[in-house]
């Protein structure tokens, strides 16, 4: 068992900006609370979220990194993390987190503390565009002409890794986002939609516009996301829908062939949503060291140390008195 001084913090940070940005906040805190002795145990994202399931239930950790809204309530829903609505009040995050709130909420109390978000979209090779003479896509039928140009010069127009299923959820979340709206898809994600409505249909039959003429990398359920980059850096694939975390991998001979776009209107009656994860901390309902676990949230909650992660991994801050980089 943990003694008091001892603060076990469970993390999936393991990509190497991350990482490198997470060894120097615990470094930080452990400057700051000489009294604590850190534990800090790094996994690789697809067993953490395998392992968390376990720990929670069984003997947890003091803080658990995870994810905010649906992926939080989950654990909220079966009482396994800790209310921290009295760390918002007393440390001013409801006024600096306002806009982070209610994706840290369930039923008015808050759960943890979020330290980045980031927007998803279509990251593609401008070199390989104006090549084949392809401009930005901004309707569907756009991005079905220029992956039929792509595909006719023997480059995949879309680079995807499915080996973990995710990624092509972020695929169905655009297509139904466009294809149905914001208010559709919440409740198609809250369970209160069956999939075989019709309205779901529809947005397979999107899919498949793409699915048939073979715009997706080939082999890609062998590829993890990280596996199927090297396709876009080496000109066989042109394009990738994915999160902002992939910018710190961008290769130095990428520079300046980079660009991004957001995912194109399919039906223009339709508002533009946009996928923009959280990433977040949280303390176990059954935590041995509640006490340290909160100094440490308190800790990451601040504006420096936001600006410090989001620096480094290229994201956005939570605290809006955290300052943004320019990329």
């Known amino acids: 068992t943990a003694v008091a001084g001892t603060l076990v913090i469970n993390s999936n940070a393991s990509d190497a900006a991350p990482k490198k940005a997470w060894d120097e906040v615990v470094a930080r805190f452990q400057k700051a609370n000489p009294d604590v002795e850190v534990k800090y145990n790094l996994y690789d994202h697809e067993s953490y979220k395998t392992t968390i399931r376990n720990w929670l239930v069984t003997s947890p950790p003091d803080v658990v990194f995870w994810f905010a809204g649906n992926r939080m309530k989950t654990f909220v829903d079966r009482g396994l993390l800790e209310d921290v609505s009295d760390l918002w009040a007393q440390n001013g995050m409801n006024e600096d987190f306002s806009s982070a709130a209610p994706a840290m909420s369930v039923n008015g109390k808050k759960y943890g503390v979020p330290y980045t978000y980031y927007q998803w979209g279509v990251y593609y090779r401008k070199d390989l565009f104006e090549k084949f003479g392809i401009s930005e896509p901004k309707t569907w039928d756009d991005l079905k002409s220029a992956a039929a140009k792509l595909k006719a010069n023997d480059v995949a127009p879309f680079a995807i890794g499915t080996k973990y299923l995710w990624t092509a959820a972020g695929w169905f979340d655009y297509l139904n986002l466009r294809t149905n709206g914001l208010d559709f898809h919440i409740q198609l994600m809250d369970g209160k939609v069956p999939y075989t409505d019709d309205r779901v249909k529809k947005t397979f039959a999107k899919w498949a516009e793409l699915v048939e003429p073979g715009y997706f990398l080939e082999n890609h359920a062998s590829y993890s996301w990280q596996e199927a980059q090297p396709f876009l850096y080496n000109g066989k694939a042109a ?53 340290e676990a909160r100094k440490f949230l308190a800790f990451v909650a601040t504006p420096e140390i936001q600006s410090l992660i989001n620096d480094s991994i290229l994201q956005i801050p939570t605290n809006k008195k955290a300052s943004v980089k320019d990329d």
């Open 239 to 291: 394009m990738y829908l994915i999160g902002n975390f992939i910018t710190p991998n961008f290769p130095p001979e990428m520079d300046g062939k980079m660009g991004f776009f957001q995912f194109p209107v399919i039906d223009s009656s339709v508002g533009l949503a946009e996928d923009a994860p959280m990433d977040t901390i949280h303390i176990p309902s059954k935590a041995k060291n509640k006490e």
